[in-house]
T-cell receptor, first 115, second 114 residues
Framework: GAGVSQTPSNKVTEKGKYVELRCDPISGHTALYWYRQSLGQGPEFLIY????????DSGLPNDRFFAVRPEGSVSTLKIQRTERGDSAVYLC?????????????FGPGTRLTVL | DAKTTQPNSMESNEEEPVHLPCNHSTISGTDYIHWYRQLPSQGPEYVIH???SNVNNRMASLAIAEDRKSSTLILHRATLRDAAVYYC???????????????FGKGTKLSVIP
């Protein structure tokens, strides 16, 4: 079946611009996660959704970052006034529910480059 | 959160077994040990997890020390496709905030030599 998909695969933008990154989770998965991965580092947690609500947004670095999941399926990560330090690969993952035993299924990521 | 320690890198010859170690000396009694791997230019993928007993699946085996302060991921016959960064992650079994996401370290970069 279809896995987690993310669009675009690459995004180049200029400092100060607004960007949106999209995640399509596996159908029926209620839990959705966003992570950010800088070069040479492991992924770093940003935000977790259970259904439509953000159950934990403690990983968002500041108020320029925001994410939504209005219908409990597709999620969009929004970054305002982008900075060069936001350049990274943004990963989305989903799992059937929030059970800690469940594996998370990751998408291929969106590589964001801020010039 | 309990942390894990892994070697930065390891090498293996193709078709040889590989033992990837992980130390987690501050593990709590209800922490599960999970392993994920990340192939180049891909998102991480689940490999295996366990609590106390050794576990086997089609991808790998997980050997857990009796005191649970360390574990070893075993790839029985390394192939070139197994070249990846392997992450050892502890997941707490409680429902509080912070318990659902994965906390990645830097992992072990495995190189497989043909």
């Amino acid at each position: 079946g279809a896995g987690v998909s993310q669009t675009p695969s690459n995004k180049v933008t200029e400092k100060g611009k607004y960007v949106e990154l999209r995640c399509d989770p596996i159908s029926g998965h209620t839990a959705l996660y966003w992570y950010r991965q800088s070069l040479g580092q492991g992924p770093e947690f940003l935000i977790y959704f259970q259904g439509t609500g953000a159950a934990d947004d403690s990983g968002l670095p500041n108020d320029r970052f925001f994410a939504v999941r209005p219908e409990g399926s597709v999620s969009t990560l929004k970054i305002q006034r982008t900075e060069r330090g936001d350049s990274a690969v943004y990963l989305c993952a989903s799992s059937p529910n929030r059970d800690q035993y469940n594996e998370q299924f990751f998408g291929p990521g969106t590589r964001l480059t801020v010039l | 959160d309990a942390k894990t320690t892994q070697p930065n890198s390891m090498e293996s010859n193709e078709e040889e077994p590989v033992h990837l170690p992980c130390n987690h000396s501050t593990i709590s009694g209800t922490d599960y040990i999970h392993w994920y791997r990340q192939l180049p230019s891909q998102g991480p993928e689940y490999v295996i997890h366990g609590l106390t007993s050794n576990v086997n699946n089609r991808m790998a085996s997980l050997a857990i020390a009796e005191d649970r302060k360390s574990s070893t991921l075993i790839l029985h016959r390394a192939t070139l496709r197994d070249a990846a960064v392997y992450y050892c992650i502890l997941r707490a079994v409680y429902s509080g905030a912070g318990s659902y996401q994965l906390t990645f370290g830097k992992g072990t970069k495995l190189s497989v030599i043909p």
